[in-house]
Every structure is written in C-alpha cells, then in structure tokens.
C-alpha cells in the first residue's frame, strides 16, 4: 500500500529566508513522486514531479525538491520565501507497481511567509 | 490554452437529494480523474477514466456515487440521496495519457445541509 506523510501542518519562514516543506511516502514499488500548490478557493496547481533521473528536481516558481530513495522523502525546497508564497503545499505518491495511476496524497503543510 | 473546468463551483442541496457535479477536461486529454478533499485534509481518490471507460473505480465510497464520460470528453459525477457527510470539495482531474502528469480543476464545493 502507499501513503504519504507531511509531518508539519504549518511551517512559518520569514521574507527572503530559505524554506522547507517535509514530505516522506512508503510504496511497494518506484514512486513517482509529485509537488501541487493550493490556493484560497483554488484547485491544485502542480508545481513539480520525480518520475527517474536527477533526485533534484526544478520545477515552477523556483521551487524544487530532492529525491531521497534511502530516507524515502521528497522535501520541497526554495532558496528565498516570497510573500505570494503563502499557500497550502500537498506533496502526492503514485506506485509504479500497483498498476493504480490515481495519486495519493499527503495532509497539506500550510505555509505563511511573513513580510 | 483552457484548463481544467468544472460546474457548478458551488452546489448547496438537502439531505436526500439528487445532485451532478460537471467536470470539462483540458482538450485532448483521455485520462480523466475525480477526487474529494474534505475540510483540513488532502484530496482522495474516487473514479477515474481512459476514454469513456471508468478504468478504476474503486474509490468510491458506496453505490450512491456513479460517474460517466459517455464521448471520452465531459465527465459528470452523479450523487444520490445525499447525506451530509458528503459535504466536500469535489476536484477533477485530467492528463494527456494515464501516467501523464495530472492537471486540476478548480472544484466544485458541495454542502449538503
């Protein structure tokens, strides 16, 4: 079975400072390994994704995250905090090997990034 | 281009009630996916299609709930005699190909009072 774990639901982080948003999942097979960004009375807009090759991963609005196979997490990461990046973070999972292709989410980690 | 629609983006009913949800895909997508997320928690897993067919169904959480895609496109959610612990939001998906990456919509919130 897989799931995923976010194991803060707020993280604060000053303007300008780095921040990190925690994610760790457990699958039976590969993960394909996904970032989605919610905002206020918005769907989930995706961010990021690791489906093989480089453990570090770009993706949009100078986010990225790294593949950690050993301590099976998938942190997202960003060099300097802005405002607007105040939101609900989701981090998803997909098992290669359960044939499903519906993802599995993790809880959220509400971010405010104080000015 | 156009993303990921869906009708209404507020739905309130009585307990007991009929109600569908609508879910219009980004163009060209076959791969088409429909989730709940309840308050405080992260999106679930209901139904999805390849196509006009429900390749993945085990999501959903009773016989009330039944979704169709009859032309491989718009994707309707259908919710019978509706309980209040329905109340969600509704989210729907869709990707170019069934391992593509999965885009949403912006949800359809049901309360059921």
């Known amino acids: 079975a897989q799931s995923v774990a976010q194991p803060e639901d707020q993280v604060n982080v000053a303007e300008g400072n780095p921040l990190t948003v925690k994610c760790t999942y457990s699958?039976?097979?590969?993960?394909?390994l996904f970032w989605y960004v919610q905002y206020p009375n918005r769907g989930l807009q995706f961010l990021l994704k690791?489906?093989?090759?480089?453990?570090l991963v770009k993706g949009s609005y100078g986010f990225e995250a790294e593949f950690n196979k050993s301590q099976t997490s998938f942190h997202l990461k960003k060099p300097s905090a802005l405002v607007s990046d105040s939101a609900l973070y989701f981090c998803?999972?997909?098992?290669?090997?359960?044939?499903?292709?519906?993802?599995?989410f993790g809880t959220g980690t509400r971010l405010t990034v104080i000015p | 281009g156009a993303g990921v629609s869906q009708t209404p983006s507020n739905k309130v009913t009585e307990k007991g009630k009929y109600v569908e949800l609508r879910c219009d895909p980004i163009?060209?997508?076959?791969?088409l996916y429909w989730y709940r997320q309840s308050l405080g928690q992260g999106p679930e897993f209901l139904i999805y299609?390849?196509?006009?067919?429900?390749?993945?169904d085990s999501g959903l959480p009773n016989d009330r709930f039944f979704a169709v895609r009859p032309e491989g496109s718009v994707s309707t959610l259908k919710i019978q005699r509706t309980e209040r612990g329905d109340s969600a939001v509704y989210l729907c998906?869709?990707?170019?190909?069934?391992?593509?990456?999965?885009?949403f919509g912006p949800g359809t919130r049901l309360t059921v009072l």
């Open positions: 299609f390849q196509g006009t067919g429900a390749a993945d």
């Open positions: 998906a869709s990707s170019l190909s069934l391992q593509g990456t999965q885009f």
């Open positions: 699958v039976s097979g590969n993960p394909y």
């Open positions: 163009s060209g997508h076959t791969a």
């Open positions: 998803a999972v997909r098992d290669d090997q359960t044939g499903a292709n519906n993802l599995f």
């Open positions: 690791y489906i093989t090759g480089d453990n």
